[in-house]
DNA sequence: TAGATTGTTAATCGATTAACAATC
DNA sequence: TAGATTGTTAATCGATTAACAATC
């Protein structure tokens, strides 16, 4: 699969892609072209074939895309069955949704071991996972290699816990923190869900109507 | 203040301005150029300017920016000091920890009630707000026209939700619910937080690594 | 075969960057 | 005044859209 120099605003759109090829194999749909998906996305028809193309080729003239090939197509350029393992840091109400809630499988990933610094936390179980010390990461890390971090951890602590993850090895940093790390030239990957972000933009649409 | 048509890059990256705006007035700068901007932010100078510039003139030549007029002037063009208030819908592990941990004040809304449909939480109080039924959000929303509501309902009631909320003359809609809501010519505004999306993002750049 | 639809090239559109006159 | 830095125009760059030959 093609996969060098892929611009952002491509990679940004395929896990839409991906969940509405997932919808359309879950409902037993079987093929399908880049004009229905249009509609059913809001992107051009074009985009769509011209994205697709960044890394291969899909399709097939005057039939479209097989559905359920083309699944598998996107979860492999999204590399979602390369059996990514996490860890979850910061066992707080955040923490706790996503650990009950999230559903790490869907997306690639399993969950492997959650870790606090909170002495009155450590030992207890959560979903099945025994709560682990922050202090004994390093060493669990060092052992399993998990690929990626989900960063659930207070404001305060996020520069902090960001340095310990990237010098245990982690590949990827998934922040909830809503604070920007510091981490350059340790080619760790970071993603930030910033919600406080995301509330800011929706303030402004709402303002914008009143113009 | 102009308002008219921003591009979408430029309005998502009013709350990375913010927030770095707002740590260097808290931390009692008085004064900050572009340039310096453009290092703590990783944008250009030019484009922080030309950014700006979308609204109106702010800065001074040979000065730079007052941090504290700039703060409130990028407060004003986000909306944030609207007063605007907000409802949260689905009382689950995620909308507890938004209502425990989430700071609505300082992105500039004030949290007014929240909504549950199961029985057994109604008439519970969480965090200082009673829970109400589902039921009564409509009339409560006559009465108290809030602005924003927070969906943190499960995926299968997203839709349902957001009909019902956009029926209640909500404004705006702050959807957790991994679900794109259909809710077309309804002139209500939604920002989504897609927390399978963007761990997809980050699947894909660690993968990307490899190559 | 005729109709449909891809993959790709070329054209357009929009966003970012560079440059600089204005001026504090 | 001299140095610094804005706001804005023009140039560049990149992303999206349109068009169409290839072909299933």
Same mark, same amino acid.
């Given at each position: 699969? /093609?996969?060098?120099?892929? @611009? ?103 969950? /492997? ?35 990626? @971090? ?62």
């Amino acid at each position: 699969m /093609k996969r060098d120099n892929i @611009a952002a605003p491509v990679i940004n759109r395929l896990p839409k892609y991906y969940r509405c090829v997932d919808d359309l194999y879950r409902s037993n749909c079987i093929r399908v072209s880049s004009s229905t998906l249009s509609e059913r996305l809001g992107f051009t028809a074009s985009q769509i074939r011209q994205d697709f193309s960044c890394f291969g080729e899909f399709g097939q003239q005057g039939y479209g895309y097989n559905v359920k090939k083309l699944r598998y197509e996107i979860q492999e350029i999204l590399g979602m069955n390369n059996g990514f393992s996490a860890i979850l840091v910061g066992c707080g109400n955040l923490g706790h949704a996503l650990i009950r809630n999230f559903d790490f499988k869907r997306a690639g990933f399993e969950l /492997k071991a959650i870790f606090d610094s909170r002495p009155e936390l450590v030992g207890a179980e959560m979903e099945g996972h025994p709560v682990r010390h922050v202090d004994t990461l390093k060493d669990y890390a060092a052992a399993a290699h998990p690929d990626v @971090a989900v960063m659930t951890v207070p404001s305060d602590a996020a520069q902090e816990t960001a340095e310990l993850l990237a010098a245990s090895g982690i590949r990827g940093l998934w922040n909830f923190t809503n604070r920007d790390l510091r981490l350059d030239d340790k080619g760790i990957q970071v993603e930030n869900v910033l919600f406080s972000d995301s509330l800011m933009v929706l303030c402004y649409k709402i303002s914008d109507d009143e113009y």
